[in-house]
T-cell receptor, first 113, second 109 residues
Framework: DGGITQSPKYLFRKEGQNVTLSCEQNLNHDAMYWYRQDPGQGLRLIYY???????QKGDIAEGYSVSREKKESFPLTVTSAQKNPTAFYLC????????????FGPGTRLTVL | GIQVEQSPPDLILQEGANSTLRCNFSDSVNNLQWFHQNPWGQLINLFYIPSGTKQNGRLSATTVATERYSLLYISSSQTTDSGVYFCAAPFSGNTPLVFGKGTRLSVIA
């Protein structure tokens, strides 16, 4: 099946710990994106990558880091510097060019205790 | 800054009713997408509609790019239509999607 997978579905961490969220796609898409969603809110862009080994900050990049070593993978690390990390995290991908249609994974719900 | 505004923020419908959701955007766009977020959080693509009208079953969408708005029509609503509907657009060049805050739809039997 072609699609975008995110793991884990739920993640619990203690305050001060770094955590890494996985995002994999087998759609052969060049571009990948990470969004954050808070309760009752829309999606806000954290980071995006349009090509391997290159990525750009979105609107709320502080306290997050990413890597893009492979076309199909775009992991997100939530660092201890992120002041309010509890949220729903969504990964997306598209063919090259942000004006193209984006498709989303199922999301990871992160709770920091 | 660039804004995407959706209305109404909340909508309650009786099953079988029709509804129109609106998306206004503050600048010209070269793409517009409508999504449905189900109760489990999954974002489902409804329409990719830079301009014109598209239909998919009971749903249709119209984007009037020159007037900077898009409409999503839901006819004969069903309880499974409940959830949050988002519109999103990239603004000029190669910028990522900007999302509206969504319309929360509740369809009651």
């Amino acid at each position: 099946d072609g699609g975008i997978t995110q793991s884990p579905k739920y993640l619990f961490r203690k305050e001060g710990q770094n955590v890494t969220l996985s995002c994999e796609q087998n759609l052969n898409h060049d571009a990948m994106y990470w969004y954050r969603q808070d309760p009752g809110q829309g999606l806000r862009l954290i980071y995006y990558s349009q090509i391997v080994n290159d990525f750009q900050k979105g609107d709320i990049a502080e306290g997050y880091s990413v890597s893009r070593e492979k076309k199909e993978s775009f992991p997100l690390t939530v660092t201890s510097a992120q002041k309010n990390p509890t949220a729903f995290y969504l990964c997306a991908s598209s063919v090259k060019g942000t004006y193209n249609e984006q498709f989303f994974g199922p999301g990871t719900r992160l709770t920091v205790l | 800054g660039i804004q995407v505004e959706q209305s109404p923020p909340d909508l309650i419908l009786q099953e079988g009713a029709n509804s129109t959701l609106r998306c206004n955007f503050s600048d010209s766009v070269n793409n517009l997408q409508w999504f449905h977020q189900n109760p489990w959080g999954q974002l489902i693509n409804l329409f990719y509609i830079p301009s014109g009208t598209k239909q998919n079953g009971r749903l249709s969408a119209t984007t009037v790019a020159t007037e900077r708005y898009s409409l999503l029509y839901i006819s004969s609503s069903q309880t499974t239509d409940s959830g949050v509907y988002f519109c999103a657009a990239p603004f000029s060049g190669n910028t990522p999607l900007v999302f509206g805050k969504g319309t929360r739809l509740s369809v009651i039997a």
